[in-house]
């Protein structure tokens, strides 16, 4: 049960202060980028190709990794083997189940 405190914080206001300061920062940052892009027409210029710059490292990246991992393979000298399923499929397989009720 809640004990009504007087100390205590409405239970939405500190998820309210949280979002409203990200949206300060969010929108004080848009606005100090659009002023710098229109001190220095450039920068956008900058911008585009820092973005091609990460997308181009992360694709070379994950390139080598795909490399590796089939030389690897290769190097193995045998066929991989298919991914086995993780529950027993060996076995007796039952057609029928017995349901035991205990009743007191």
Same mark, same amino acid.
Do not use: C
């Given at each position: 049960?809640?004990?009504?405190? @007087? ?9 309210? %202060? ?6 300060? #920062?969010?929108?004080? @940052?848009? #606005? ?25 490292t992360a694709i070379l990246a994950v390139g080598w990794? #795909?490399?590796?991992?089939? %030389? &690897? ?10 991914? %086995?399923?993780s529950f027993r499929t060996e076995g007796p397989h039952? @057609? &029928? &189940?017995?349901?035991? #009720?205990?009743? %007191?």
């Amino acid at each position: 049960m809640f004990e009504h405190n @007087s100390n205590n914080k409405d239970i939405f206001e500190e998820g309210y %202060k949280s979002l409203q300061r990200g949206l300060w #920062v969010f929108g004080g @940052s848009l #606005v100090v980028l659009a002023v710098l892009i229109f001190m220095f027409p450039a920068l956008i210029g900058y911008i585009f190709a820092a973005f091609i710059l990460f997308a181009g490292t992360a694709i070379l990246a994950v390139g080598w990794k #795909v490399w590796r991992f089939k %030389k &690897r393979l290769e190097s193995s000298g045998k066929e991989p083997e298919p991914f %086995k399923a993780s529950f027993r499929t060996e076995g007796p397989h039952y @057609s &029928r &189940r017995r349901i035991f #009720v205990v009743m %007191k």
